[in-house]
Each structure stands twice: as structure tokens, then as C-alpha cells.
């Protein structure tokens, strides 16, 4: 559902239990960021922030030389910030590489990387801050759920216990299910119920998703809803353009045969169901609708009752599965469901129907495979990290074995975790700050909408509304499941878990404790259905945010963050949701037309930009980049409102910049990163974002005062006489 800052790519994890949402909004990753429900730390106004309290130490009468600040933290980020430009490069001309070309230069990819930058950068830190409060057993006053997520990290990093069981506890596990033809003479008649035992027991979602969600038209009411699946590679533009991406469908077949020689086939039997298994991957590829033309959520909103399915995919027998995959919650035929894929749904069961039982079985056992990889002994995870060297042109990669069980750890407790991570590292004054400046932020969006002069008066009136509308969270009771010394039995017993949490949503009203970040996660999101941006506290630190630094910074950073996140109410999905979080026409027409209108020209100027010769899709990029260019433009606005109500702030020494211009210096920098074709190939196919530079450049070509605070002339590159502007 929400709206992502950044998309992150990780490697395959078993650990995205909760279904991907498609309708439009996509999150960090290609693969969704999971609902988590967890407590302990700071709310501000539906955003999660934990940060240091903010004091002014940037006036005159601190400093030995009048209007410089020469303190050591000012001297420090000044030293990082002229480490990082490139003054060959004229700003007017290219400011991308003027604000980063040194930082380029100075930061090679990491071995094992396939991008690098200040996100990834402090996400490595985070991580090991998390690294040590997981592995300081000694540590007092820990909550029950704090010591579970220390003996989950534990039995993860227990890699003795895990090389000496092998492939035999997924082997016993695909077993239970119903055996498959890799190893064994496979002639069942039981496709509806290995179809509900991998969606209800292994939360894998083989043909088409199913969850529970916030009712994107009733915000006070969860509701079942299906949605098409996900695939094996990243997008289907991997299965369908064989020629562009021959090398990765290559990859990933080898990949596939390995694995099925590591759980007991013939190398030339695994070769054979393999090669089957990635033809009717195609297949749903054929059908898969691409995500720009799922954009408008009123069109593919479809509510109707659970006996309805039946009808639509007479392929599988639904009650059954819904029981099952809902169980203890009692249902019956007349139950609400929303459907976002109805065509999609119609084909996938028209190929059901035509496919062969002994594909269908081995098709869904394998999508297993794939989820359990990561948690197996160590030969699965090297063919997968073959794999996914190809995948994003990454070399000598090794991941070590920590990084791996933090980040399971985080996915898996990261309510636990989340609440060890904010007691370790903010201090308690951090909610004052971020309430200070998300409201100026939200002032500055509010001045805006006056001068929007395409939008009537009556819908800028409830375009305000929405801009006023926040939630304040409280604290809930931690949920907690069994952890053993197993690995391999503790993501089993989260399965379960998860799926009981999912169940007992259905019966509930959404809970605004639910989130889909952990608190140590580098990124922000905006959810329409609860009108709310979230700020974990991971991302209030430096580049985004410290309270030594000059404002102008903070502004450029976790301001253009916090105005990017509230933008999302307004880009072309957010804009459909009303102020309660409903989906509804409350635009009147005339706006609506006009906003069309307005954004065709962002969608034709990112459009226009390529990377590597492959150009951007200016569709599918549109909400992300609104939510830029408002995040931008909100962020200086309030920027410039601040200095009027505390005066002029002392410039950092050595940069000769005005502190005007180290806004736009300090914004840009945020998005200093270096990365293979390969994730960059990914990149313009699969994520909802620009790629670093043109989430840049094409932003500031849109902005008037960058233009003229850097003294741009008329038609320069990075000052066109024609800026989209929304707004």
C-alpha cells in the first residue's frame, strides 16, 4: 500500500511472510516490506522519529569569525560536503555531478555491492549498531520479546547446527506437503490442497496473492483482498524480452537446477523440471498486468463476495482455501473480498485449468524452495549468491553470515529489536524536533496549495484537510512466539505466527500500531489509507539529520524526506484517497482533468532521460517523482519561513556557498550513489523511483529558486524555460 522514499534491494529472504501489494503502490523493494505490529518507540503524528533534540548553536555570537560556524561538527560536514562536489562542473550545467562527482570518484562499490550510497552507507551502520545489542547476551532490564530476538539471531548464526542438518529439514518439509517429481515418481491428484498448504502454512503465494488489508474504500475496516503474484526474477520484462535479458533467464535456470540437485535429483531430472518450471513462469509473466497500468486505483478496485471467486477463478475451490488460510476465523460464502486483478485472476485460472498437475505441484513446491534458501546450510546459499552476482553485476560477493541473521532478525522481531536499536541510540528530546519540523513542512505545503492555480477552490479546501490530518499511535502489547536453538523450526514457528496475525486482523478495525518499516530502516513511507507518513528512526541520523548542523542541511535532507512522504497524499494514487484514508472521487472534475494535464509533462520529462541507453518509464515513475519535486519545493519553503522567524544561520567556512545554496547542495547529496548496469537495469524496470541522478536533476530543473540562487541563465540544462510544476 504505502509509498516508499527508496527502493533497497536485498537478497531473496524466507522472510517476507506478508503478500506483496500490487494496487499501485509499490514499496522499498520489488518485494514488500512487511505489516510488523511492535512498540517502544517515539510517535510523532503517525511518523515514527527518534532522533537527537535540536538546538540553535548556529549564531554569530558563538564563533570567533562573525557569520561562520566554526564549531567541529560544522567544520566536519563542511569538509564532507566539498569532498564530495566536483567545482570543475558547472551547477547550471550538470548539478548531479557538480554536487557529486567527487564523491563518485572517491567511492569505488564496495566488493559484493551492487549500489552504494549514503543509504546504503547508513544502513550499514544501523546494522551494526543492531549487530552488537544481538549479541550482548550480558545486557539487563530486556524485555521478553528483546530476549527472543536475541536467541532468534542466535540459532540464525549457529551455522554448525545448520550445516550438520543440510537440506534435510526442507526435504522432510516438502515431504509433508506431498512429495514432488524431482525425486520421486509424482502422480497425485492434489492440487487444492497443496495450494492451500503452501499459502497457509509457508506463506508463499504461488498464482495470485491473498492478505488482509485496510479497505481501501471503508479506512476503519480490514477486508480479504486478492491481488496477482509475484515471479521468480524481479519484473516480467526478465521473462518476456529474452533477448535484453538472456544472461539473467540463463542465470536463474542454473540456479534453479542447482537447487534441485542439492535436494536429491539428477542433475539431468532437475534439469528437465526446471526448464518446465521457468516456461510457465512465462507464461504467468504473458498475463502479469505491468504495474504502470495498474496506476489508478479506483479502475482495478472490484469488491465482491467470497463466493464471487468461485465464478472469476473456477480453477481453485475458494471457501476451502480461504478457511483454511484464515483459520481460526470463521467464514462463510457471503465474506467481503476486494479483488485488484480481476483480468489477470481470469487467465491465471484458464492456465491452471490447462496446465498439467505434476508443472502446477512442482511449480508451488518450488516457490517453497526459493523462500527457504536463505535459512539451508551453505551450499544453497552460494548458488544463490552466484545467482544473484549475475542478477545485479556484483563481484566476490560474500555476505557475512551476521548481516544475514540482522537483517532476518529485523524482519522477523524488528519490533523487539526496533525497541533495543532506539533505546541505544536517541535521546528522549527527539520527538519535539521532528513535531517542529513537520510542521513547518506541512505550513509550507498548506502556503502552496494557494497559488495552485489549477485546482478549484472547493477541492484546495479539502486538499487542506488532508494536509491537517494525523494520527497520533499508542503503545501495544508485544505478540510474541516460540523461539528454539533451530533456526530452521523458529522461521517455521514465524509462519505460523504471522499467519494467526493475519487471521485476527480480519476481524479487527486497521490497527495504527501496524507498521511496514522497523525502526532501524533507512527509508520513509506514506500509507493513503491511514493518511500518515512514517520516519523510522534509522533515518534521522547524518546525511538526513544532526543537531549540530546548520539548518539549511537538515532542511535539504530530512525535511525534503518529510516533504517527498507528504507530497504522496497528492501525487496521482495518493490524490484518489480523501482525508479519512477513503478511496473516493473528492476532486471535482475540472481538477481532476487539470491535474492530468499537469503531471503529463512530468511523465513526458522523466521519460526523456536514459540510463546506460535504456530510457526511464515516466509513467510508472509519476507518483515518486511528484512526491520529489513537492518534497523539494515544501522543504525550501519552509526553510525560507524559518529564517524569517529566527534570522540568518552562520555559513560553513571553506565552501563559499550561501546557506540558500547548501540546501540544494545538501538535498542533492543525499543521492550521491555508484552502482552496476545490472541493478541499474533492474532499477528502470522494476522500481517506482528515478534512478539518484534524475531523482536530482530533474527536480531542480523544475525549481525557480535553485535556479536563482545559483545564478542559472535562461535555457542553461538544469534551468529549461519550460519546468513542470504541480505543486
Same mark, same amino acid.
Given at each position: 500500500?504505502?509509498?516508499?522514499?527508496?527502493?533497497?534491494?536485498?537478497?531473496?529472504?524466507?522472510?517476507?511472510?506478508?503478500?506483496?501489494?500490487?494496487?499501485?503502490?509499490?514499496?522499498?523493494?520489488?518485494?514488500?516490506?512487511?505489516?510488523?505490529?511492535?512498540?517502544?518507540?517515539?510517535?510523532?503524528?503517525?511518523?515514527?522519529?527518534?532522533?537527537?533534540?535540536?538546538?540553535?548553536?548556529?549564531?554569530?555570537?558563538?564563533?570567533?569569525?562573525?557569520?561562520?560556524?566554526?564549531?567541529?561538527?560544522?567544520?566536519?560536514?563542511?569538509?564532507?560536503?566539498?569532498?564530495?562536489?566536483?567545482?570543475?562542473?558547472?551547477?547550471?550545467?550538470?548539478?548531479?555531478?557538480?554536487?557529486?562527482?567527487?564523491?563518485?570518484?572517491?567511492?569505488?562499490?564496495?566488493?559484493?555491492?551492487?549500489? %552504494?550510497?549514503?543509504?546504503?552507507?547508513?544502513?550499514?551502520?544501523?546494522?551494526?549498531?543492531?549487530?552488537?545489542?544481538?549479541?550482548?547476551?550480558?545486557?539487563?532490564?530486556?524485555?521478553?520479546?528483546?530476549?527472543?530476538?536475541?536467541?532468534?539471531?542466535?540459532?540464525?548464526?549457529?551455522?554448525?547446527?545448520?550445516?550438520?542438518?543440510?537440506?534435510?529439514?526442507?526435504?522432510?518439509?516438502?515431504?509433508?506437503?506431498?512429495?514432488?517429481?524431482?525425486?520421486?515418481?509424482?502422480?497425485?491428484?492434489?492440487?487444492?490442497?497443496?495450494?492451500?498448504?503452501?499459502?497457509?502454512?509457508?506463506?508463499?503465494?504461488?498464482?495470485?496473492?491473498?492478505?488482509?488489508?485496510?479497505?481501501?474504500?471503508?479506512?476503519?475496516?480490514?477486508?480479504?483482498?486478492?491481488?496477482?503474484?509475484?515471479?521468480?526474477?524481479?519484473?516480467?520484462?526478465?521473462?518476456?524480452?529474452?533477448?535484453?535479458?538472456?544472461?539473467?533467464?540463463?542465470?536463474?535456470?542454473?540456479?534453479?537446477?542447482?537447487?534441485?540437485?542439492?535436494?536429491?535429483?539428477?542433475?539431468?531430472?532437475?534439469?528437465?523440471?526446471?526448464?518446465?518450471?521457468?516456461?510457465?513462469?512465462?507464461?504467468?509473466?504473458?498475463?502479469?498486468?505491468?504495474?504502470?497500468?495498474?496506476?489508478?486505483?479506483?479502475?482495478?478496485?472490484?469488491?465482491?463476495?467470497?463466493?464471487?471467486?468461485?465464478?472469476?477463478?473456477?480453477?481453485?475451490?475458494?471457501?476451502?482455501?480461504?478457511?483454511?488460510?484464515?483459520?481460526?476465523?470463521?467464514?462463510?460464502?457471503?465474506?467481503?473480498?476486494?479483488?485488484?486483478?480481476?483480468?489477470?485472476?481470469?487467465?491465471?485460472?484458464?492456465?491452471?485449468?490447462?496446465?498439467?498437475?505434476?508443472?502446477?505441484?512442482?511449480?508451488?513446491?518450488?516457490?517453497?524452495?526459493?523462500?527457504?534458501?536463505?535459512?539451508?546450510?551453505?551450499?544453497?546459499?552460494?548458488?544463490?549468491?552466484?545467482?544473484?552476482?549475475?542478477?545485479?553485476?556484483?563481484?566476490?560477493?560474500?555476505?557475512?553470515?551476521?548481516?544475514?541473521?540482522?537483517?532476518?532478525?529485523?524482519?522477523?522481531?524488528?519490533?523487539?529489536?526496533?525497541?533495543?536499536?532506539?533505546?541505544?541510540?536517541?535521546?528522549?528530546?527527539?520527538?519535539?524536533?521532528?513535531?517542529?519540523?513537520?510542521?513547518?513542512?506541512?505550513?509550507?505545503?498548506?502556503?502552496?496549495?494557494?497559488?495552485?492555480?489549477?485546482?478549484?477552490?472547493?477541492?484546495?479546501?479539502?486538499?487542506?484537510?488532508?494536509?491537517?490530518?494525523?494520527?497520533?499511535?499508542?503503545?501495544?502489547?508485544?505478540?510474541?512466539?516460540?523461539?528454539?536453538?533451530?533456526?530452521?523450526?523458529?522461521?517455521?514457528?514465524?509462519?505460523?505466527?504471522?499467519?494467526?496475525?493475519?487471521?485476527?486482523?480480519?476481524?479487527?478495525?486497521?490497527?495504527?500500531?501496524?507498521?511496514?518499516?522497523?525502526?532501524?530502516?533507512?527509508?520513509?513511507?506514506?500509507?493513503?489509507?491511514?493518511?500518515?507518513?512514517?520516519?523510522?528512526?534509522?533515518?534521522?541520523?547524518?546525511?538526513?539529520?544532526?543537531?549540530?548542523?546548520?539548518?539549511?542541511?537538515?532542511?535539504? *535532507?530530512?525535511?525534503?524526506?518529510?516533504?517527498?512522504?507528504?507530497?504522496?497524499?497528492?501525487?496521482?494514487?495518493?490524490?484518489?484517497?480523501?482525508?479519512? *484514508?477513503?478511496?473516493?472521487?473528492?476532486?471535482?472534475?475540472?481538477?481532476?482533468?487539470?491535474?492530468?494535464?499537469?503531471?503529463?509533462?512530468?511523465?513526458?520529462?522523466?521519460?526523456?532521460?536514459?540510463?546506460?541507453?535504456?530510457?526511464?518509464?515516466?509513467?510508472?515513475?509519476?507518483?515518486?517523482?511528484?512526491?520529489?519535486?513537492?518534497?523539494?519545493?515544501?522543504?525550501?519553503?519552509?526553510?525560507?519561513?524559518?529564517?524569517?522567524?529566527?534570522?540568518?544561520?552562520?555559513?560553513?567556512?571553506?565552501?563559499?556557498?550561501?546557506?540558500?545554496?547548501?540546501?540544494?547542495?545538501?538535498?542533492?547529496?543525499? %543521492?550521491?550513489?555508484?552502482?552496476?548496469?545490472?541493478?541499474?537495469?533492474?532499477?528502470?524496470?522494476?522500481?517506482?523511483?528515478?534512478?539518484?541522478?534524475?531523482?536530482?536533476? *530533474?527536480?531542480?530543473?523544475?525549481?525557480?529558486?535553485?535556479?536563482?540562487?545559483?545564478?542559472?541563465?535562461?535555457?542553461?540544462?538544469?534551468?529549461?524555460?519550460?519546468?513542470?510544476?504541480?505543486?
Amino acid at each position: 500500500m504505502e509509498k516508499v522514499l527508496y527502493h533497497h534491494v536485498r537478497a531473496a529472504s524466507h522472510l517476507r511472510w506478508f503478500p506483496q501489494v500490487y494496487h499501485g503502490k509499490l514499496n522499498a523493494a520489488s518485494s514488500h516490506s512487511e505489516p510488523h505490529v511492535r512498540s517502544h518507540f517515539e510517535i510523532i503524528k503517525g511518523t515514527r522519529m527518534n532522533s537527537p533534540r535540536a538546538t540553535n548553536p548556529i549564531t554569530a555570537r558563538n564563533f570567533a569569525h562573525p557569520g561562520l560556524c566554526l564549531t567541529e561538527p560544522c567544520i566536519t560536514v563542511a569538509s564532507a560536503v566539498i569532498e564530495a562536489l566536483d567545482r570543475s562542473i558547472d551547477p547550471c550545467h550538470d548539478f548531479y555531478n557538480f554536487a557529486c562527482g567527487g564523491w563518485v570518484k572517491n567511492n569505488p562499490l564496495p566488493e559484493g555491492k551492487s549500489r %552504494w550510497g549514503p543509504f546504503s552507507n547508513l544502513w550499514e551502520h544501523n546494522m551494526l549498531v543492531m549487530k552488537h545489542l544481538l549479541e550482548n547476551t550480558t545486557m539487563k532490564g530486556l524485555s521478553k520479546a528483546e530476549e527472543k530476538a536475541q536467541q532468534y539471531y542466535q540459532a540464525c548464526m549457529n551455522e554448525a547446527k545448520i550445516e550438520e542438518l543440510g537440506p534435510k529439514p526442507l526435504q522432510e518439509l516438502i515431504s509433508q506437503i506431498g512429495g514432488w517429481a524431482l525425486t520421486e515418481s509424482w502422480d497425485k491428484d492434489n492440487f487444492q490442497e497443496v495450494l492451500r498448504s503452501v499459502s497457509a502454512n509457508y506463506r508463499t503465494s504461488p498464482f495470485f496473492t491473498v492478505f488482509v488489508s485496510t479497505d481501501s474504500k471503508n479506512s476503519n475496516s480490514n477486508i480479504i483482498q486478492v491481488d496477482q503474484s509475484s515471479l521468480g526474477l524481479p519484473s516480467r520484462d526478465y521473462y518476456l524480452n529474452k533477448t535484453a535479458n538472456e544472461k539473467y533467464l540463463t542465470a536463474y535456470l542454473s540456479f534453479l537446477v542447482e537447487l534441485g540437485v542439492l535436494l536429491g535429483g539428477s542433475e539431468e531430472t532437475s534439469q528437465t523440471l526446471m526448464e518446465e518450471i521457468v516456461d510457465f513462469e512465462t507464461a504467468l509473466a504473458n498475463i502479469t498486468v505491468p504495474q504502470e497500468e495498474r496506476r489508478d486505483e479506483e479502475l482495478i478496485y472490484h469488491k465482491m463476495e467470497a463466493k464471487d471467486l468461485t465464478t472469476l477463478v473456477p480453477a481453485v475451490d475458494w471457501m476451502p482455501y480461504l478457511t483454511e488460510v484464515f483459520a481460526p476465523v470463521p467464514l462463510n460464502e457471503s465474506e467481503p473480498v476486494v479483488v485488484y486483478a480481476k483480468e489477470y485472476l481470469q487467465k491465471v485460472s484458464d492456465l491452471i485449468t490447462k496446465t498439467n498437475k505434476s508443472l502446477l505441484n512442482n511449480y508451488m513446491i518450488m516457490k517453497v524452495v526459493r523462500k527457504m534458501v536463505s535459512i539451508l546450510d551453505q551450499r544453497f546459499q552460494d548458488a544463490e549468491q552466484r545467482f544473484l552476482e549475475v542478477m545485479y553485476g556484483t563481484k566476490k560477493s560474500c555476505t557475512p553470515r551476521w548481516k544475514l541473521c540482522v537483517s532476518d532478525t529485523d524482519s522477523a522481531l524488528g519490533f523487539a529489536l526496533g525497541a533495543m536499536f532506539v533505546k541505544a541510540t536517541f535521546a528522549e528530546d527527539s520527538k519535539a524536533i521532528a513535531e517542529d519540523m513537520v510542521a513547518e513542512i506541512k505550513w509550507a505545503f498548506e502556503e502552496s496549495l494557494k497559488y495552485v492555480s489549477w485546482m478549484d477552490s472547493e477541492t484546495k479546501k479539502a486538499a487542506k484537510e488532508k494536509v491537517g490530518v494525523y494520527f497520533f499511535p499508542q503503545e501495544v502489547l508485544l505478540l510474541l512466539l516460540v523461539v528454539s536453538e533451530l533456526y530452521f523450526q523458529n522461521v517455521m514457528q514465524y509462519y505460523n505466527f504471522s499467519a494467526r496475525v493475519t487471521a485476527d486482523q480480519l476481524r479487527k478495525i486497521p490497527n495504527r500500531n501496524q507498521w511496514s518499516m522497523t525502526p532501524p530502516t533507512v527509508n520513509a513511507y506514506y500509507n493513503p489509507t491511514k493518511n500518515e507518513m512514517v520516519l523510522p528512526a534509522g533515518i534521522l541520523q547524518a546525511p538526513f539529520y544532526s543537531r549540530s548542523w546548520p539548518k539549511a542541511l537538515n532542511f535539504g *535532507g530530512i525535511g525534503v524526506v518529510m516533504g517527498h512522504e507528504l507530497t504522496h497524499a497528492f501525487d496521482d494514487q495518493g490524490r484518489e484517497y480523501d482525508k479519512d *484514508g477513503n478511496l473516493r472521487p473528492w476532486w471535482k472534475n475540472s481538477s481532476v482533468e487539470a491535474f492530468k494535464k499537469q503531471t503529463q509533462c512530468m511523465v513526458e520529462q522523466y521519460g526523456n532521460y536514459s540510463i546506460n541507453k535504456e530510457p526511464l518509464n515516466g509513467r510508472h515513475t509519476l507518483g515518486e517523482n511528484i512526491a520529489d519535486n513537492g518534497g523539494l519545493k515544501a522543504a525550501y519553503k519552509a526553510y525560507v519561513n524559518w529564517i524569517k522567524k529566527n534570522g540568518e544561520e552562520a555559513t560553513l567556512p571553506a565552501l563559499g556557498m550561501t546557506n540558500h545554496q547548501l540546501f540544494f547542495v545538501g538535498f542533492a547529496q543525499v %543521492w550521491c550513489s555508484v552502482r552496476t548496469p545490472e541493478s541499474s537495469h533492474e532499477g528502470v524496470i522494476t522500481d517506482p523511483h528515478s534512478p539518484s541522478r534524475f531523482r536530482v536533476i *530533474g527536480t531542480i530543473s523544475n525549481s525557480h529558486e535553485f535556479s536563482k540562487h545559483f545564478g542559472c541563465k535562461a535555457n542553461a540544462p538544469m534551468n529549461p524555460k519550460h519546468k513542470c510544476e504541480l505543486w
